[in-house]
Every structure is written in C-alpha cells, then in structure tokens.
C-alpha cells in the first residue's frame, strides 16, 4: 500500500512543481534573478493612446519598495494624481488653467488593490507573497494559437490575476484582472537589464480602451516618500 501512497502524492504535487516552473520560466523573461533583485523604485513615462491610435494624455507612474505608488494622468486640462503611502491613499483632480480641484481619501479596498499593483509590478511575479497572496496552476492552455501556462495570481477572491505565460520565451501574453479587464503586452524596451514592454493595451469585452506608449521607463530611479504623502493644503 505504500508505493501506491507515494505513487498518488507525486501526481498531486505536480501541479505545484508546474506552477513553480512557469513562475521561474516567467521571471526569467524578464531577467536574471539579481537584476530583479536589487530593484527598489522603478519610474514610467509614457503616453496615452486612444483606440484610434491618436495621443490623448500623458501617463507617469512612480512606485518603491515595499508599498508606494503615485500615478499621475494629464488629459486635456486636468491632472489627475493616485497616491498611496502604504497605508492610506487619495485621489486629486485638478484644472490646471484654474489651479482649482477636489481631493478625495482611498476606500482601503482601493488602497489594497493599488498596493496589490504596485507588489505585481516591483517583485516580478512574487508580489503575492507579500501580501499573503497564492497561485493557481490551471494547466496547459491554448492562446491565439501559442502553447501557454494558465496561472492565476490570488490575492483575494475578489482580487486576482490571470496569466496565460508562453511556453516557448516564457513571456506573459495577456493579463486579466477580478474586474475584466484584460492586458496585451506589446513591444520591449530595456532599463538595467530588465525587459519591459514597450506598451500595453487594455481591453474589456472586446472594446479597446486604451493604450499607454512608454517614452522611458528608470530603475531605482531616487524618489522621497514625500511624493506618495497626502498634498499639503
């Protein structure tokens, strides 16, 4: 009875030894280990793209380790600033003709899932362990065409991320959040060793949303906490 015990715990441990495979087949696309190590900060220029393709905002981002993220779109004549500081976080729009706006404070559902954001984007696929997050090996899967690794990114039941990671580069080809929203990963650009996509296009249903090109994209890049605090009034 015993070789038939171990026999039935190897099949059950595989899907955890694929799940493993994948991630490290994934990490590896974007570089080696040390390099995605001894990020701390990155920082993204970009611009943002209507689904006729014409340019209709500029889009930066900051984010550091472990939890602080400030987003800064400027379409038209407004700005509009997403900060957490790792804890609390808010919303500011602001006319820039008349310097006049409105500041709003982050539900902590909103500040988890922005926090959540910031982990998947500095720890290279390993941001659910710290959040005590877990991932979901959900076989082998056909993708327009391409042999992939699905893996789903748990964070909540309500919060997660599904991957379909390609089996021969190793490289993430769509991305689809709890709110259906889903991510195509265009292009490359290269910053400290790391490979990035050049852009990335959002959909929901089939309908094209956006796209944000990016113009440039620094690591460790130095940034004050100061920027991620609520603004002074």
Known sequence: MRP???CLSFFYLCPCLWSNDALVLARAFFGPPEKLQSVNSIYY????????????????LYIKKPFFQRME??????????AVNGSEGYRQQVHKSTGKGRL???HPAQVEKIIVNTVENLYFLKG?????GRISFQGKADFKG?????????????????RYVELETGKILSTRDERGITVYQRGEIFSGGIRFSRSVE???EGKHLNTIHFKKILINSPMKDEIFDFPKQ
Do not use: Q, W
């Not at 391409?146 to 599904?162: I, S, V």
């Open 4 to 6: 038939l015990l171990a």
């Open 45 to 60: 220029d970009g611009k943002i793209m209507n689904p006729s393709g014409e340019g209709s905002g500029t889009f930066r």
């Open 73 to 82: 779109i400027h379409v038209g004549d407004i700005i509009t600033v997403t």
């Open 104 to 106: 709003g404070i982050l």
């Open 128 to 132: 659910f362990e710290m959040r005590n």
């Open 146 to 162: 391409k042999a992939c690794y699905k893996l789903k990114f748990f964070y909540r039941d309500d919060l997660f991320y599904e």
């Open 202 to 204: 959002s959909y929901k």
